[in-house]
T-cell receptor, first 113, second 112 residues
Framework: ETGVTQSPTHLIKTRGQQVTLRCSSQ?????VSWYQQALGQGPQFIFQ???????GRGNFPPRFSGLQFPNYSSELNVNALELDDSALYLC????????????FGPGTRLTVT | EDQVTQSPEALRLQEGESSSLNCSYT??????LFWYRQDPGKGPEFLFT???AGEEKEKERLKATLTKKESFLHITAPKPEDSATYLC?????????????FGTGTRLTIIP
């Protein structure tokens, strides 16, 4: 059974640029959630996708957007990057949207300069 | 607003010295409380889910318990490899729009 994978591992961008992060769900999982984790903090919920549709969103501006594909892999897009967007971005998959257990990927470390 | 508070922020123990980590929460309609372990620079690793007050779960040297206001993660005779940040999260029932709300974690260091 393949776990959750994310790419790239690390990324450095300049303020104002756009970035796309990718996530492959664990086999058989149709729900993906994205989280932002600043240094020393717990993960903060960005949004969740279930069967290719957004299924809930946290307190993040519209420049944070996402997609989920028919194979349930997912992308997180961030436009107009700001310095405060520097964080570890985590993707978590679950069996379905009402499943209690979310399994996390290793994360993508984004640095905005 | 849902709130999760973990204490202490950091804990240093000698190998074999048992202790407990606390997670207190304020949420209406708790669906589940989760414990995760996170190593530096990595994603959280799922440990336990607790659904109702009085429930307990164990895994190796770890035991999680739940009351109506808080959860404890008991660590018995810890080893250096138990060093990590332990995160607590709650999930509230929201008609299919469930999300996890995390605490800031307890950074545990086990000294050989």
């Amino acid at each position: 059974e393949t776990g959750v994978t994310q790419s790239p591992t690390h990324l450095i961008k300049t303020r104002g640029q756009q970035v796309t992060l990718r996530c492959s769900s664990q086999s058989g999982h149709n729900t993906v959630s994205w989280y932002q984790q600043a240094l020393g903090q717990g993960p903060q919920f960005i949004f969740q996708y279930y069967r290719e549709e957004e299924n809930g969103r946290g307190n993040f501006p519209p420049r944070f957007s996402g997609l989920q594909f028919p194979n349930y892999s997912s992308e997180l897009n961030v436009n107009a990057l700001e310095l405060d967007d520097s964080a570890l971005y985590l993707c978590a998959s679950s069996l379905d949207r009402v499943s209690y257990e979310q399994y996390f990927g290793p994360g993508t470390r984004l640095t905005v300069t | 607003e849902d709130q999760v508070t973990q204490s202490p922020e950091a804990l240093r123990l000698q190998e074999g010295e048992s202790s407990s980590l606390n997670c207190s929460y304020t949420v209406s309609g708790l669906r589940g409380l989760f414990w995760y372990r996170q190593d530096p620079g990595k994603g959280p690793e799922f440990l336990f889910t607790l659904y109702s007050a009085g429930e307990e779960k164990e895994k190796e040297r770890l035991k999680a318990t739940l009351t109506k206001k808080e959860s404890f993660l008991h660590i018995t005779a810890p080893k250096p490899e138990d060093s990590a940040t332990y995160l607590c999260a709650v999930e509230k029932s929201n008609f299919g729009n469930e999300k996890l709300t995390f605490g800031t974690g307890t950074r545990l260091t086990i000294i050989p």
